[in-house]
């Protein structure tokens, strides 16, 4: 692709987040329904960023460690040591308020809601690369006690302490009824008995063990740091244990609380490879996997096989491709040396813009074209950490 034509596509990125950027310095989740604070997309945008504005992670970091759960609060989710999924101000217009409050009815201006499993362990992830990115010894002391507390409900209260970690299900029709990334309705962990393991959850949870331990040791925390490590030791080899599908040779995407699997063929195994919690061998497999053609498309892997009974190309999550779980699939490819399969899903992602004149939040593939409008949901754009997601590729 020509330069010129490159440059003209950073352009247009850098303007859609930097119209998603809050007064106080994080990214909006997306418009024109997001626009708020999200523990998961703003910590994910801000870990896309961290080559071009380390200060949008530090920003990230610094006003979801002062909303961190304090109490045990049924109704929104909190628990000491949580960070929250989604927060709105309560100077955000009213008109915008009446509009969008219909699709979440519970949230509540100036009230965090905190039903969201990885946004914790991804906090604790970013906060890692923030500081190997800038050597910000100063903010890591910070933070240092907000880190100990969510290492505390990731082991207390998340489910670490005798498993894995996990989100009970909603006990009314307020809240979410899945609490990882997968959590739009209809999702195909929505009828699993809870508390439910999700995949790519325990991988976030493996490298935040790791990632702090790291940290601790930097503060000469050698106790906490020695105690950590180990538990992740031995939280790596039971998720290989229990999650590997033998009869499907890859891991489920779920297990629900009786650890009976869910089979499903899905993307979130791929979230795994940059976390570190898979053997050599079983990487290979699933990276191979995510290749196949019932998962692969000219414009990106699928969030759902198409071997699978639910499948829908035209669904939000039973699958359409996302650029952001793109993105994070590509980051462990990278970090595996798995260059021509990192190039592969760039270019995807590059050719989807092409086609489409922008990045959305999501888009289905039917016979190898792009369809935007038959979609089971609004697509929203700009939405934060896809467009963020095309844009660090293009800046490495």
Sequence with gaps: MKQKIVEKIKKQL???????????????????????????????????????????????????AKLQGKKINPKTGEKPGKILHEYYSKNITDGWWKKYKKYDPWLKRGEPFYMSVDSTPLFLIVLAKYYRQTKDKELILKLLPNAKKAIDWLINYGGLKDGFLRHSKRKTGKGLASQSWKDGAGNPMEKMDGPIAVAEVQGYAYLALKETANLAKILNEEKLAGELLERAKIFKKDFNEKFWMEDKQYFALALDKKNKQKKSITSNPGHLLFTGILDKKRTKIVTKRLFEKDMWTPFGVRTHSTIESDFNPLSYQNGAVWPHDNWIIAQGLKKLGYKKEYNKIKNALLRAHQEIGFIPEFYGVVDNKI????????????????????LNFLLR
């Excluded at 604070?37 to 006003?63: C, E, H, V």
């Design 371 to 390: 369809i935007l409008k038959k979609m089971d949901r609004i697509i929203c754009h700009p939405q934060a950490w896809a467009s963020a997601a095309l």
């Design 14 to 64: 850098l303007g859609e987040i930097e119209g998603l950027k809050d007064k106080k310095g994080f990214i909006q989740a997306g418009a024109p329904r997001f626009l708020g604070l999200y523990g998961r997309d703003s910590l994910i945008t801000a870990w896309q960023m961290l080559d071009f504005d380390p200060k949008i992670a530090r920003n990230t970091l610094l006003i979801l």
